[in-house]
C-alpha cells in the first residue's frame, strides 16, 4: 500500500494539518505498518523544506515536486495541493482527501486500517 502526500510546507505543515500528522510520529506510523509514504512538497524551495522538516521533527522522506509536475498526474490543474491519495497494494487508488479536514483524514486512517486488516 501506498500514500501520496502533496502538501504545500508553507501552507499544510504550519496550519491546515493536526499535530499527530506535523510531527515524527506521522512518518514512523506508516513505517511500522510497512506502508510506503511518498510525500511531496509543492513549488517549495530546498533551504524552506529543509527548515520545516527540523522545525517539526519530520522523520519521513520528502521530495520537492517543481512545477508540481508530478502533483498534476494525479490532479487537476490548479487544484489544492494539500490532500492524500492512498493506493492498495494493486495500484488502485481508494481514498484522496483534499486540503486537511479532521473527518477526512480519520476517513483516511479508516481505510489504511481496512486494507491492512484485509490483506
Same mark, same amino acid.
Given at each position: 500500500m501506498s500514500v501520496l502526500a502533496f502538501i /504545500?510546507?508553507? =501552507?499544510s505543515y504550519n #496550519? !491546515?494539518?493536526?499535530? #499527530? !500528522?506535523n510531527s515524527a510520529e506521522y512518518g514512523y506510523i506508516f513505517q511500522i505498518q510497512n506502508i510506503n509514504l511518498y510525500a511531496f512538497t509543492i513549488n517549495e524551495l530546498l533551504a524552506t *523544506? #529543509? #527548515? =520545516? %522538516?527540523k522545525n517539526k521533527n519530520i522523520s519521513h522522506s520528502l521530495a520537492i515536486d517543481s512545477g508540481a509536475d /508530478?502533483?498534476?498526474k494525479f490532479t487537476a490543474k490548479g487544484a489544492e495541493a494539500a490532500r492524500h491519495e492512498i493506493k492498495d497494494k494493486t495500484g488502485k487508488f481508494v481514498n484522496i482527501t483534499r486540503l486537511f %479536514? +479532521?473527518? +477526512?483524514?480519520? +476517513?483516511?486512517? &479508516? *481505510?489504511? &486500517?481496512y486494507l491492512l486488516k484485509k490483506s
Amino acid at each position: 500500500m501506498s500514500v501520496l502526500a502533496f502538501i /504545500s510546507t508553507g =501552507i499544510s505543515y504550519n #496550519k !491546515e494539518l493536526p499535530q #499527530k !500528522e506535523n510531527s515524527a510520529e506521522y512518518g514512523y506510523i506508516f513505517q511500522i505498518q510497512n506502508i510506503n509514504l511518498y510525500a511531496f512538497t509543492i513549488n517549495e524551495l530546498l533551504a524552506t *523544506v #529543509k #527548515k =520545516i %522538516a527540523k522545525n517539526k521533527n519530520i522523520s519521513h522522506s520528502l521530495a520537492i515536486d517543481s512545477g508540481a509536475d /508530478s502533483f498534476y498526474k494525479f490532479t487537476a490543474k490548479g487544484a489544492e495541493a494539500a490532500r492524500h491519495e492512498i493506493k492498495d497494494k494493486t495500484g488502485k487508488f481508494v481514498n484522496i482527501t483534499r486540503l486537511f %479536514a +479532521e473527518v +477526512e483524514f480519520n +476517513e483516511m486512517t &479508516d *481505510v489504511i &486500517d481496512y486494507l491492512l486488516k484485509k490483506s
